[in-house]
């Protein structure tokens, strides 16, 4: 079965830092763009950031530019994203999403995770 499952999430004090991690299974992601995405209690889900297949390329929403980083390792198994500078508002389940972009660069989801919950209260 092919899944992608997150992990990292919890609950820190504005300010903190938290990286999540997403992970394959059932399949590699040698041709899979990975997007991380939010979804905050009672919004619609937006994109967060999305990198490349190689790497090289990596977009982010302007809401989280500067603070946040995404980033592959070196076998491209495994998509990080680093949370600097965490806010309330930054408050969400944050969802992996891994695209098939073999042919152009796509980021809108063929295989999604579960999601892991950030929280960022005082």
């Known amino acids: 079965q092919l899944q992608l499952v997150e992990s990292g999430g919890g609950l820190v004090q504005p300010g903190g830092s938290l990286r999540l991690s997403c992970a394959a299974s059932g399949f590699t992601l040698d041709d899979y763009t990975i997007g991380w995405f939010r979804q905050a209690a009672g919004k619609e889900r937006e994109g967060v950031s999305c990198i490349s297949i190689s790497g090289g390329r990596t977009n982010y929403a302007d809401s989280v530019k500067g603070r946040f980083t995404i980033s592959r390792d070196s076998g491209k198994k495994t998509v990080y994203l680093q949370m600097n500078s965490l806010q309330p508002e930054d408050t969400a389940i944050y969802y992996c999403?891994?695209?098939?972009?073999?042919?152009?660069?796509?980021?809108?989801?063929?295989?999604w995770g579960q999601g892991t919950q950030v929280t960022v209260s005082s």
């Open positions: 999403a891994a695209t098939y972009a073999r042919y152009g660069f796509s980021c809108t989801g063929d295989y």
